[in-house]
């Protein structure tokens, strides 16, 4: 009733919370300050030195659009599962290797008798098809050998089988294709430079930006207008109430398998295009960098796998150069999946939700 | 051996060692408004979800409309004609209000009167169309109730099941959900609602049953069972 009474509950309350919290919020506080001065001493240190020119940063960037474009189509798939199942397939990098690397074999045909560069845009569409094909083959294979006979059980369990999946599979494919790294045929019509509103850029980076947007506006366009995409999102909220509606839950899960795959597949014919060489280990980085990004973005959000692609591919590209070379490390490129998964634990801690995901209370 | 067009016959039912249903055996009649009342935890929720196959029944028969349903999956009996307006609701809460209309008639690709259906929904809830685009978790609970009820008829069932569709609403709402419940009989769907607003229920109902733990103690045409003296204190569990 009267307004004094409350205070001296309120100090004490205060003074306790002051006494209780502080190491935690200590070492945060400590830690994001280290790191924004890190960042930016070390940004001004680099552009101090001028070692880069305004070209070298636009075609940093560049890069690392291209690169992000392919981590987002990756991410994407472990957003929609995530989405659908409140799992993380971490076998997914593997649905990415398997696709890229078994439409190897299709480019080394074709580049062998010529037709690789007397038909280039017809090969690519067949690589691309087989990729997608083989890499939605496995997504659904693994969905269905793997996933489901777990579906009631503890979240802990699917995820632990996810890893081991991911190792089955990096092995059953070194088994069949062998353990080395091959280099993937170059198609020449992809060789060379574009001037795009004054930017240089290899034709291939082009490509693949304009392909991971087209395919992400696709997949948009699906979820959100097409029947299986409302069974997506439906089973995604409410399972028991999905059937209630007669939608047949199994085969929505297995068509978010096949879709993430498909994406995955594509992606892997991108990701080549780029960095021209495939073995059977590659699908692991790649794939921890997209759930990175998903993360990153909001896991269960397709926009937010997107944008969390993007922005840790140009972070990566462009970011151990700018932070790190004014401080004098040695060949700063090396240290990449620092930048990624050092993102990777200061989004765990500052942003749990990522930036457009629901938080996680609600679905724990 | 009746005309019911829904009836259940020595239907049981549990969750692991615990009996949920006791032998319960109930008919709904074509055309008619039937209730199933009874106190928290006494089994209405798990009738409901057993009809629908979200329970499996351990032993008894379900039959719908001439044929056995108790082995069918859920999506199978919601096709044959059966759905649901579950207990809280249960919008899909990220999606529009159309789009949970529209969700509601998954199982028909007759663009044309879907349609047709989703305006009757309007005409039957003006509030909703006027929120259409709006997402349905950002509705008001009685919104989301006209919305819940608007879903269930846009599968076009034979027969409505309603659970605990007073759950949480002011009174004023409540008459006017029994009202709407009332009309929507009135043009041609059979309705079993599940019920502890006893009163209410009644007042609209042509039948009812009464279950206590599991079992059926009661069975009267709504008129007897409200002026049963035991109904409220007794098998309820009501402070009236």
Redesign the interface.
């Known amino acids: 009733m009267s307004a004094p009474a409350p205070a001296p509950a309120e100090q004490s309350s205060r003074r306790l919370r002051f006494e209780r919290i502080p190491m935690r919020r200590i070492i945060l506080i400590v830690l994001s300050v280290s790191i924004i001065y890190g960042v930016v001493a070390g940004s001004t240190a680099t552009l101090r030195t001028g070692v880069f020119t305004a070209e070298d940063w636009q075609s940093l960037f560049i890069n690392g659009l291209a690169r992000g474009s392919v981590y987002a189509l990756i991410a994407i798939g472990y957003t929609l599962v995530y989405g659908i199942l409140f799992m993380i397939n971490f076998a997914h990098g593997e649905v990415f290797m398997a696709g890229v690397y078994t439409a190897y074999f299709v480019a080394v045909a074709f580049a062998g008798n010529g037709f690789l560069n007397s038909n280039p845009l017809l090969s690519i569409a067949i690589l691309l098809l087989v990729s997608m094909a083989v890499s939605v083959f496995i997504a659904v294979l693994l969905e269905r050998l793997a996933y489901r006979p777990l579906r009631g059980a503890p979240r802990l369990v699917p995820l632990i089988t996810a890893i081991g999946a991911s190792f089955f599979l990096q092995y059953t494919f070194r088994g069949f294709y062998g353990a080395n790294v091959r280099a993937y045929p170059t198609i020449e019509i992809l060789q060379g430079k574009w001037t795009i509103f004054g930017i240089q850029m290899l034709k291939t980076q082009a490509i693949v930006i304009v392909a991971a947007l087209f395919l992400w506006f696709l997949l948009y366009l699906f979820v959100a207008r097409t ?1 299986t995409g ?2 997506m ?2 089973v995604g ?2 399972r ?2 999905a ?6 839950v199994d085969r929505t899960i297995v068509a978010t398998f096949a879709i993430g795959g498909a994406l995955a597949g594509a992606a892997g014919i991108l990701y080549v295009f780029l960095f021209n060489q495939v073995i059977f280990t590659m699908g692991f980085l790649p794939g921890i960098k997209a759930f990175t990004a998903a993360v990153l973005g909001g896991i269960g959000s397709i926009t937010g796998a997107a944008m969390g692609g993007l922005i840790l591919g140009i972070l990566e590209a462009v970011g151990p150069n700018l932070f790190l070379t004014g401080a004098e490390v040695p060949s700063p490129n090396q240290l990449q999946p620092v930048i990624a998964f050092g993102i990777l634990v200061l989004v765990l801690i500052f942003l749990p939700g990522g930036f457009l995901g629901a938080s996680e209370e609600k679905r724990a | 051996m009746s005309d019911a067009i829904l009836s259940l016959r020595h239907v049981s039912a549990s969750y692991g060692p615990v009996r949920a249903l006791d032998d319960i055996s109930i008919d709904v009649n074509e055309g008619e408004i039937v209730c199933l009342l009874g106190s928290n935890a006494a089994g209405k929720s798990t009738t409901l979800r057993t009809i629908l196959g979200m329970t499996r029944a351990n032993a008894g028969e379900i039959v719908f409309d001439g044929e056995r349903i108790e082995g069918l999956t859920t999506p199978e009996i919601v096709s044959r004609g059966l759905t649901m307006v579950p207990e809280n609701r249960r919008l899909f809460g990220k999606m529009s209000v159309k789009e949970n209309l529209e969700i509601g008639a998954n199982l028909r690709d007759d663009k044309a009167e879907i349609q047709e259906d989703i305006e009757r929904v309007f005409s039957l809830f003006p509030r909703l169309k006027e929120r259409i685009r709006q997402r349905a978790g950002t509705l008001s609970g009685g919104e989301q109730q006209m919305l819940a009820i608007g879903r269930a008829l846009t599968a076009r069932p034979k027969v409505l099941l309603l659970d605990e569709p007073s759950m949480g609403l002011a009174p004023i709402l409540v008459e006017q959900v029994f009202e709407t419940i009332q009309e929507i009989n009135s043009q041609g769907t059979t309705i079993f609602v599940v019920e502890q607003n006893a009163h209410m229920a009644l007042s609209i109902a042509d039948r009812g049953y009464v279950l206590q733990t599991g079992s059926i103690v009661l069975e009267d045409t709504a008129a007897n069972l409200l002026e049963h003296p035991k109904l409220s204190d007794a098998y309820l569990g009501e402070m009236e």
């Not at chain 1, 059937?243 to 047949?248: P, R, V």
């Open positions: 029947k409302r069974s999102r439906a909220e409410d028991e109430i059937s209630l509606m007669g939608i047949n």
